[in-house]
């Protein structure tokens, strides 16, 4: 049976841009999971006009509409069924500028990290957020979910990097909101309004981005720590003596390093695999010799206090990949079987504790299972992943009620980069007030009365 949009859709963004049936099942809801799309019809328009015209028409009818990026998210928040329209921006992946002076760009939704990141550089520049799935996720998709990563100790998340955007409201509305400078004290900042919805008051189609200058050195170090309270004192110790320049502390528990320093795993361990952490340390500065003696300097002195129990030093470009591709191999935890991620965020000195309680509860319950820890600590980001044999919907259900409610009275989140989508909305609770959630709701059915975009997300 024919969709019903099929002839008013094809018409705004031409024939080849309507993929059908077959064609858009043959996509998955997830660059991870390999679930088909469940939609009918996925449209891909070209510019902002004609996704204006896509909404228009879609809310004239009240159909629903999901849009997609990269589909890197971990959460459903791109699931799509039946008659519903998925909106994918694909086709609008052009950096349209990139100004030097200002330190500004200007790109389409479409745009992937890797694109932007490669595009700064070779106008000696640099955008300093990343991620494992650069080579797929989309600056609108990014700013849709506030993206994280690696390097929110030092210049913040995606919120902190947007400057400016233009969204199409669901009745077709076009926002044109393209700040390009950093002081703009005029009234409500609506940007921040999109940044962080997942989809559900705006289809994001360009963004302003600030761009930074380009490092000039690059220090990276692997540590191994003999406990967590050293964990904590190394954080302090090297953010202080590095004066800022410190962009990345990443932290592996050992389960986690042995695991993507062993076969089948390609990384290889560069330091014995008994200690109970490891920490990636990564900094960014201005002066090579400068830094790397500084950078040196102040791995020597957490040695010499007990904060460091053995650490291998990046000595080319090479040995920094091979370090991140260890944390990044983040592939390695579904290899004997489904895995279930979970991404939440708390207080630094809780960490431990909350960490080892889920492990214990989940071991407890599925004794066969396996659970992995490590993440963004620099931030307070913690990525917990288990197998467990299962990853059905009660197995799913399950976890859920052993991860979840211990944040609430730790002043935790549960989710820290990734949004809430379908798959947490039922726990959003436990990191929002009553108050919060009902706020969101009016902005909710302020900008979408019909309720078109993005239906059953985070509500």
């Known amino acids: 049976m024919k969709h019903p949009l099929q002839d ?165 509305t076009v926002l044109s909101s393209l700040n390009r400078v950093l002081k703009n004290n005029t009234g409500y900042d609506l940007k921040q309004l999109f940044i962080g919805a997942e989809g559900t008051l705006g289809v994001v189609t360009r963004v302003v981005v600030r761009l930074r200058e380009r490092p000039i050195s690059h220090d990276v170090a692997l540590i191994a720590v003999p406990g967590f309270a050293q964990v904590g004192g190394l954080l302090k110790h090297m953010d202080g003596v590095l004066g800022g320049s410190l962009s990345a502390f990443e932290v592996m528990w050992r389960e986690f390093h042995e695991l993507v320093t062993t076969p089948p795993a390609r990384g290889r361990a560069a330091l014995p695999r008994e200690h109970p952490f490891y920490v990636l340390v990564e900094s960014l500065g201005g002066q090579i010799e400068q830094d790397t003696a500084r950078f040196e300097t102040a791995l020597g002195e957490a040695m010499e206090v007990g904060l460091i129990a053995d650490a291998a030093l990046a000595r080319s470009d090479r040995e920094r990949a091979a370090f991140w591709a260890l944390r990044d191999d983040v592939a390695q935890m579904g290899r004997d079987g489904p895995a279930i991620a979970y991404d939440v965020s708390l207080p630094f000195e809780a960490t431990e504790r909350y960490v080892s309680a889920v492990k214990v509860a989940v071991m407890n319950r599925w004794p066969q299972g396996r659970c992995w820890a490590y993440g963004h600590l620099g931030d307070g980001n913690v990525h917990l992943v288990m197998s467990v044999g299962a990853a059905d919907a009660s197995t799913h259900s399950a976890m859920d009620a052993i991860v979840y409610p211990p944040l609430a009275e730790l002043g935790g989140a549960v989710s820290a980069e990734h949004g809430i989508g379908l798959e947490k909305k039922e726990w959003l609770s436990v990191s929002r007030s009553e108050v919060e959630i009902s706020l969101m709701r009016a902005l909710k059915s302020t900008l979408d009365p019909r309720g078109i975009l993005n239906p059953g997300n985070l509500f």
């Open 8 to 172: 008013a859709l094809a018409a705004i963004v031409g024939a080849d841009g309507i993929l059908l049936d077959d064609a858009v099942r043959a996509r998955h809801t997830n660059a991870i999971r390999s679930e088909p799309l469940k939609a009918r019809l996925l449209v891909r328009p070209r510019g902002t006009s004609q996704v204006a015209a896509v909404l228009a028409a879609c809310h004239g009818v009240r159909c629903p509409v999901v849009t997609h990026g990269g589909l890197t998210g971990l959460v459903h928040g791109c699931d799509a069924d039946g008659d519903d329209v998925i909106v994918s921006l694909e086709r609008m992946n052009a950096i349209e500028e990139i100004s030097p002076a200002q330190r500004v760009a200007v790109v389409q939704a479409g745009v992937t990290l890797q694109q932007l990141q490669e595009a700064a550089e070779a106008a000696g520049l640099f955008f300093p957020l990343d991620l494992g799935a650069r080579g797929s996720a989309t600056i609108g998709g990014m700013v849709s979910t506030n993206a994280g990563g690696n390097r929110v100790i030092r210049y913040g998340m995606m919120r902190e990097l947007v400057l400016g955007l233009e969204a199409v409201l669901a009745d077709g």
